[in-house]
């Protein structure tokens, strides 16, 4: 089962969170504080969408997708970006990954949103092998670049 996550929901949010980071080896990375999340997806101006998948058994989460809107200009239109996608690995099979992407692609439909896009890291080929089963394509043609701590302030100022 998935359904859109409420305030309630932050703490677990950020145990996923921090969850997935230590997954991707880079939990060291993973700074952002439960008032943060609060404020990102709750807060006056949500910067961010975040859904749950949950056990049909217990109703405990199992795994969550946390989104934003992105903007076309070839298309003219919106899009999701899939920032985060987690499942816990005891949940892992049981198709919850899938109804979470599911979800996501329902609403850009009923939206008339033309894309939904994430990133992968190159060495997770399990995720990889998932999302190309789904229909899913890399973009090979583009690299992702980034600048963050003293690069940003130092480009910033």
């Known amino acids: 089962m998935i359904r859109t ?3 309630a929901d932050i703490p677990v949010i950020h145990a996923l969170v921090r969850e997935l980071a230590e997954y991707e080896k880079a939990l060291e990375e993973a700074k952002a504080t439960e008032e943060q999340l609060r404020e990102a997806l709750f807060g006056e101006r949500p910067a961010a969408y975040a859904h749950l998948a949950v056990d049909d058994t217990t109703g405990a989460p199992v795994g969550f997708a946390l989104w934003f809107l992105n903007f076309s200009t070839w298309r003219g239109v919106h899009g999701i970006y899939l920032e985060d996608l987690y499942v816990r690995p005891t949940a892992r099979g049981a198709g919850h990954g899938k109804a979470l992407l599911t ?6 439909v009923e939206r008339g ?3 939904l896009e994430w990133s992968v890291l190159n060495w997770n080929t399990p995720s990889i092998a998932f999302y190309e ?3 899913a394509r890399p973009q090979d043609e583009w690299t992702v670049y980034r600048l963050t701590d003293e690069a940003l302030v130092e480009l910033g100022s």
Do not use: D, K, N
């Not at 979800?103 to 850009?108: D, F, G, K, Y």
């Open 103 to 108: 979800e996501l692609a329902r609403i850009c």
């Open 113 to 115: 949103y033309q894309r």
């Open 5 to 7: 996550a409420t305030p």
């Open 133 to 135: 089963s789904l229909g």
